[in-house]
Structure formats: structure tokens, C-alpha cells
């Protein structure tokens, strides 16, 4: 890969001509009602391109052809090798358009290039081989019966699977949800975030390039209170998967009750704790693995560490120790090579993080770090990572999901309290312990209702384990073999001999 300077970067961003349709049946196709939205760019505000707005019928349009592509068996009835070879291919695919990619989710979305380069792009082709692996060594099974009768268990594919994915990892995410679906047979329609839609439909060029039958992957950007929901809402949609917002999750689910009861697999908000005691073994580590776990990817992560939860006595050395990491973490446009943090994603989201912020100063937090939008004059979105302490646990700062680069520091005197204010929250999709301590380290981990828990890391994983969360962070796991339970239902098939 040749190494590009953010002059290179400005030069291919003016030469970039995204796909904009609709990807129906095998096709680019523009929306039925001809509507467009406006796709802008974080890093200076400025349109990328006018996108086909799906509604309702497009959605229509899109589930019948999923729906016939499943029926008629050209992906769900090929044979298991022959599966393989689609979704190798396509990780290649997307491993030989590194570059552009990596350009389209940048400029989309106001993430660093280098992060694209290094994180993004090659995950999404890695999940795809993973799952490709999986489909000629995932077994079903025969249940311990007399010899009079064979009882067989299967695991057929659901059917017609609608995926429904936001705007902070959107190539990730997409691949944590197509790679599964299809893996085990099924027909997707995919709605991207309309903050970000261009990999996504590329994608699907890609998986057609690959082999994948036409139908069988259908992209319709549009907006959640129409396309999302008319996703949600129909009645041959089998399967709903989603990653978004706790209140966009319950919507969801109400769509799945107002209409054919579709199984539904969430991923949503989260506020996760970054427990730090006295006893840690590194705190340079421990400041380090909290100021990357809420600063990386500007915050806009479901599971950023933004709650740091730590033993008195160290406070004060903490946070002058994460300042000093946080300074290290160099904040330019997304299209520099040297940057770290880049751009929030739109308009809405900064004014929603920066309301926040003021919320916070308010309630009597002191921003020790930050706490203002920078870079103005670009045209962009951009705010400065911020850190609150004197945070209590009730505050909305401590509370409520900012998805932005705002660190909440909270006190605690025992291990015992530290875990109770931890599990105060509405969510439970991570957290993590800092401790050399084994046995406080394990009891806490078992305390700790979340669905991942590290002990002197943070946000350190591979597709081997599953992702999700506890209470209103969502059901389902995306990752891991156990994804595959996402897309597939069991039946019985009993035999009297």
C-alpha cells in the first residue's frame, strides 16, 4: 500500500463518484419516488453526493426480491463449498479496494484515514473470511434416541433478514451482520445510517462482483422514520437485526409486534464503567486504555469507556496522567494521515454533545480537559476530547449516552460501591477492571452486569468472542459462532424406524 500524505488524500476525495442508487435485485436503481437526500461530510460540512431516499415501496421492492431470491434456492440451496468461495471472494474483493473504501467511510463519517486504512476496512474483509470458514464446519446434530426412532436437528436459514446499521462503524457493523446472514443462507436487505451509506452500497457492488446472486443482498439508504421502519414492519421480513440507539431499539421491537412478531436481535446504547482501584498494577496502562477507550473514533463508540470510576486516593494522579494522554492524541482533519480523532459525524450529533458538555458544567462537573468545538473554520464538526471530574452518578454526564468524546470521572471509597455504581445505569454493554488483585478482579467481573467485561484492558477483541450487552444495551451477540444463532432457527425432524 503506498503511503499518502493528506495532500494526496484532499487530491483522490475531489475525484471520488460514489454509488448513489438504491441496490435492488442485482441492480443500481434510483427510488421510486426519484426523492434524493443530501450525504454531507463531517470534515468541512460540504455535500459528497445526493443518495436515493427509499420509503416504503422501495422496501417492498427490495423484500420481494430478497424474498424470491430465497425461495427459489440460488443462494440458500447451493452447496456449503460453493458458499465458501462467494464470501472468500468477497474479502479479497474488499482487501483489493483497501484504498477506496477506507476514502468512502472517511469522508462519510469524519473518521481518521488511518484509521479506515488499519481498523475498518480490513476487519469487515477478516469477518467475511471468518464466516466464509464457517460454513463447511458448522455440524447439526442427532438427538440421543432409542434405536427405534432417528431425531434429527437442523439449523435451516431463517429467511428474509432485514439489517438495519448506524453511522460510527458502518463497514464493521455491516459485516458483522451480512457475513452470518448470508454464511448461513439467508437474503438480506441492508439499511445503512443515512450519515452513511456510500460502503454500503459499494459493498454490495463488490458482493455481486464476488458472486453473490442477484437478490439476495439488497442496499436501501433512506431514513429510519420510513425506510427503518417500513423494514421493521413488514410482513415478510423474518428476521431484524439492529445496531443504533436504545430508543430506536424499543421501536423495533414494537414494529416486530405490530406486524408478523420477526425475531429481533439489538444492539444498542451503552455507558460503560472503567473501574480503576489503588491497587492497579500499571496506571500509565490504566490511563492509557481509558483515554483510547473514550477518545477513539471521537467517542461515537456503543461501548466507549465514558464513565471512569476510581479509588480515591489516585484520583488526582489519574486524570493528570489520562490528560496527558489525551494530549498525545492529535485531533486535524480526518484526511491526515497523523490524525486521531477526526470529525463528529453531523451537525445534530455535535450540537447534541456539545448540549451535553453545558449540561455537565451546570450540574457542578469541572471540565478539567477541553470541552469546546475546535476547528471552525473548516467547515466542520469538531469538538475537543473533554474530561469532567467531580462527576456524581447522578448527573445526565454520568447517566445518559453522549456518544462523543466526553470523559465522566466519579469517585468511590470500596470495590463494593464501585460495582453498585457501575450497574446503576439503564445499559450493560461493557466495562472493565483495573486491579492486580485476582480475586477482586473475578468477583468483580461476576458482579458486573455487562455483557463484556475486561480486567486491566479495554476494548481488546477478535471475532472469536461474542459482542452485546445486558438490560437496555440490547439481546443477540453479533461475532463469534454464536452470530450463527442469529440467522438460523432449529427444527426437528423425527424419524420411526
Given amino acids: 500500500m503506498t503511503i499518502l500524505t493528506r495532500e494526496n488524500w484532499l487530491a483522490r476525495a475531489t475525484q471520488v463518484t460514489p454509488r448513489t442508487q438504491a441496490f435492488i435485485d442485482g441492480q443500481f436503481v434510483d427510488a421510486l419516488s426519484g426523492k434524493t437526500f443530501e450525504d454531507v461530510s463531517p470534515r468541512d460540512g460540504c455535500v459528497i453526493a445526493h443518495v436515493a431516499e427509499c420509503d416504503q415501496d422501495d422496501i417492498d421492492r427490495a423484500?420481494?426480491?430478497?424474498?424470491?431470491?430465497?425461495?427459489?434456492?440460488?443462494?440458500?440451496?447451493?452447496?456449503?463449498?460453493?458458499?465458501?468461495?462467494?464470501l472468500l471472494k468477497l474479502a479479497e474483493l474488499i482487501r483489493d479496494h483497501l484504498e477506496e473504501l477506507a476514502l468512502l467511510e472517511t469522508l462519510d463519517v469524519g473518521k481518521p484515514i488511518s484509521d479506515s486504512l488499519a481498523v475498518d476496512v480490513p476487519f469487515a474483509a477478516n469477518c467475511f473470511q471468518w464466516y466464509a470458514e464457517t460454513i463447511d464446519k458448522t455440524y447439526d446434530e442427532i438427538a440421543p434416541r432409542r434405536t427405534s426412532a432417528l431425531a434429527l436437528i437442523t439449523r435451516e436459514p431463517m429467511g428474509v433478514v432485514g439489517a438495519v446499521v448506524p453511522w460510527n462503524y458502518p463497514l464493521i457493523i455491516s459485516a458483522w451482520k451480512l457475513a452470518?446472514?448470508?454464511?448461513?443462507?439467508?437474503?438480506?436487505?441492508?439499511?445503512?445510517?443515512?450519515?452513511?451509506?456510500?460502503?454500503?452500497?459499494?459493498?454490495?457492488e463488490l458482493a455481486m462482483e464476488a458472486g453473490l446472486?442477484?437478490?439476495?443482498?439488497?442496499?436501501?439508504?433512506?431514513?429510519?422514520?420510513?425506510?427503518?421502519?417500513?423494514?421493521?414492519?413488514?410482513?415478510?421480513?423474518?428476521?431484524?437485526?439492529?445496531?443504533?440507539?436504545?430508543?430506536?431499539?424499543?421501536?423495533?421491537?414494537r414494529?416486530?409486534?405490530?406486524?408478523?412478531?420477526?425475531?429481533?436481535?439489538?444492539?444498542?446504547?451503552?455507558?460503560?464503567?472503567?473501574?480503576?482501584?489503588?491497587?492497579?498494577?500499571?496506571?500509565?496502562?490504566?490511563?492509557?486504555?481509558?483515554?483510547?477507550?473514550?477518545?477513539?473514533?471521537?467517542?461515537?463508540?456503543c461501548h466507549a469507556g465514558s464513565r471512569v470510576l476510581v479509588e480515591r486516593p489516585i484520583r488526582e494522579a489519574l486524570i493528570e496522567k489520562v490528560r496527558q494522554v489525551a494530549g498525545t492524541i492529535t485531533l486535524a482533519d480526518p484526511l491526515d494521515p497523523g490524525a486521531k480523532i477526526g470529525a463528529i459525524v453531523d451537525k445534530t450529533q455535535m450540537e447534541r454533545i456539545l448540549y451535553y458538555i453545558t449540561q455537565g458544567t451546570q450540574e457542578g462537573a469541572q471540565i478539567r480537559l477541553g470541552g469546546t468545538r475546535v476547528m471552525v473554520e473548516t467547515g466542520g464538526y469538531y469538538i475537543s476530547p473533554t474530561i469532567f471530574a467531580g462527576v456524581r452518578h447522578q448527573m445526565s454526564i454520568a447517566r445518559e449516552e453522549i456518544f462523543g468524546p466526553v470523559l465522566s470521572v466519579i469517585d468511590f471509597d470500596t470495590p463494593e460501591e464501585a460495582v453498585r455504581i457501575a450497574n446503576d445505569t439503564h445499559y450493560g454493554l461493557a466495562a472493565s477492571v483495573w486491579t492486580q488483585n485476582i480475586t477482586t478482579a473475578h468477583r468483580m467481573a461476576r458482579a458486573l452486569r455487562a455483557g463484556t467485561v475486561w480486567i486491566n484492558c479495554f476494548d481488546v477483541s477478535d471475532l472469536t468472542v461474542p459482542f452485546g450487552g445486558f438490560k437496555q444495551s440490547g439481546t443477540g451477540r453479533d461475532k463469534s459462532l454464536h452470530a450463527l444463532e442469529q440467522y438460523t432457527q432449529l427444527k426437528t425432524t423425527w424419524i420411526q424406524l
Wanted: charged share 20%.
Fill in 255 to 301: 414494529y416486530a409486534s405490530e406486524s408478523n412478531m420477526k425475531a429481533v436481535s439489538l444492539e444498542c446504547g451503552g455507558k460503560s464503567p472503567q473501574i480503576v482501584l489503588a491497587d492497579a498494577p500499571d496506571l500509565d496502562a490504566a490511563a492509557s486504555g481509558i483515554a483510547w477507550g473514550i477518545f477513539y473514533n471521537q467517542g461515537e463508540t
Fill in 180 to 204: 452470518p446472514a448470508l454464511a448461513t443462507g439467508n437474503s438480506v436487505v441492508l439499511k445503512p445510517a443515512e450519515q452513511s451509506p456510500l460502503t454500503a452500497l459499494r459493498l454490495a
Fill in 63 to 86: 423484500v420481494t426480491a430478497a424474498r424470491r431470491a430465497f425461495e427459489d434456492g440460488r443462494w440458500s440451496s447451493q452447496d456449503p463449498a460453493a458458499r465458501k468461495r462467494v
Fill in 213 to 253: 446472486p442477484p437478490g439476495v443482498l439488497n442496499v436501501v439508504p433512506g431514513y429510519g422514520p420510513t425506510a427503518g421502519a417500513a423494514l421493521g414492519r413488514h410482513m415478510e421480513v423474518d428476521k431484524l437485526t439492529f445496531t443504533g440507539s436504545t430508543e430506536v431499539g424499543k421501536l423495533f421491537l
